[in-house]
């Protein structure tokens, strides 16, 4: 693909999947500190099935080219960037504007891919891999001996956060449909089934001194339980609000909710910790630091994929230009695994 210009996926409003638009057109150039990634692997996450029901809170204006990350070859540099990063393969998190087969990045948002690493294995941890990493190593400290809770543990951010929460010797209980049980179990996760009702229940039968820490992606009622399910000293992490995600109405109310319930939770002097996690917290105010601590991250990440602490799972491969049809297979549910488009 690489010399028949540029092929990019544009989300033209709040459309079905078979909306999206495939555009051709001039390969883009980098500006000064900028370079462009010829794209060998992008995924399908949770975000972009939200921003296509306009759901997500702080998508960009339509029209746009979704795709949250990437990882692909860097095939040429702007100015006052390193000569050497041109053949590398690198990572990168963008938010917006992975579906493309070209993407400027700012080098310094660059992660370096280790050899040995397929392109598609590399893109099923970048923005999963952070997220996961983040929430287990620095918000709740997650250490050897502890018992923690995984919502959607077969999810994209949740298998890998179960793995990673294993390799750090932690007991993980992890609640998925029961398709899902078989490979829990040989993950070394408790599996518990979300559809069986009870959840909590169940729980307490698995942890019955209470949870160290719990991951929550699910929003509205789910993060109340959640938090009653904490041991003194545990942390309750939520990340999303996928409950409401086919709601109607505010897209940001939701969030808020949950950020004033954790406000509350944490006046309350019983010591367990409530926290929101925003993989974007804190680059605003420094952008280096931020930049650092994502590039510590996924390397660490990658380093556990290289060690076979974490495998990585792609559900399937398809062309950048039958992204719809990924995004339609990703909101399916039907499979475990990342999705993952490839020019």
């Known amino acids: ?7 990019e996926v544009v989300l033209p409003g709040i459309v079905a999947p078979e909306g999206l638009q495939v555009r051709r057109g001039t390969v883009p150039a980098a500006g000064r500190g900028q370079v462009v990634v010829a794209m060998e692997a992008t995924g399908v996450s949770f975000a972009e099935q939200q921003m296509r029901r306009g759901r997500y809170y702080d998508q960009p204006p339509f029209p746009f080219v979704p795709g949250y990350d990437l990882v692909g070859t860097v095939v040429s540099a702007g100015e006052g ?6 053949g590398q393969r690198v990572a990168a998190l963008v938010k917006v504007g992975g579906w493309a087969s070209h993407v400027v990045v700012d080098a310094g948002d660059l992660v370096p891919v280790p050899e040995g690493l397929p392109a598609a294995e590399a893109e099923t941890v970048v923005v999963n891999g952070i997220t996961a990493w983040q929430m287990l190593h620095r918000t709740a400290r997650v250490r050897a001996g502890q018992t923690v809770l995984v919502h959607g543990a077969s999810g994209g951010v949740g298998s890998v956060l179960a ?13 998925a449909s029961a398709r899902h049980h078989d490979a829990l179990r040989e993950l070394g996760v408790l599996p518990v089934d979300y559809r069986a009702g009870n959840v909590a229940e169940r729980v307490r039968e698995l942890a ?4 160290d820490a719990v991951f929550d992606h699910l929003g509205g009622r789910s993060v109340t339980d959640s938090w009653r399910l904490l041991a003194a000293g545990g942390t309750l992490v939520a990340y999303g609000s996928a409950s409401t995600r086919d709601d109607n109405g505010s897209k940001q109310l939701p969030v808020l909710k949950i950020l004033a319930r954790t406000l509350v939770w944490n006046a309350l002097p019983n010591g367990r910790r409530a926290s929101f996690y925003n993989i974007w917290a ?31 799972r792609i559900a399937a491969r ?13 909101e399916s549910g039907t499979v475990t ?7």
């Open 81 to 86: 960037v390193e000569e050497g990063l041109v």
């Open 282 to 312: 804190g680059r605003a105010l420094n952008k280096a630091a931020f930049r650092a601590r994502l590039r510590a991250d996924l390397t660490e990440v990658f380093a556990a994929v290289g060690r076979g602490e974490v495998v990585a």
């Open 337 to 343: 695994g990342k999705i993952v488009l490839v020019p």
């Open 163 to 175: 793995q990673l929460a294993r390799a750090a010797g932690a007991t993980v209980i992890g609640t």
């Open 1 to 7: 693909m690489g010399n028949e210009g540029l092929v």
């Open 208 to 211: 019955p001194g209470g949870l």
């Open 318 to 330: 398809l062309p950048l230009d039958r992204a719809a049809e990924a995004l339609r297979l990703a």
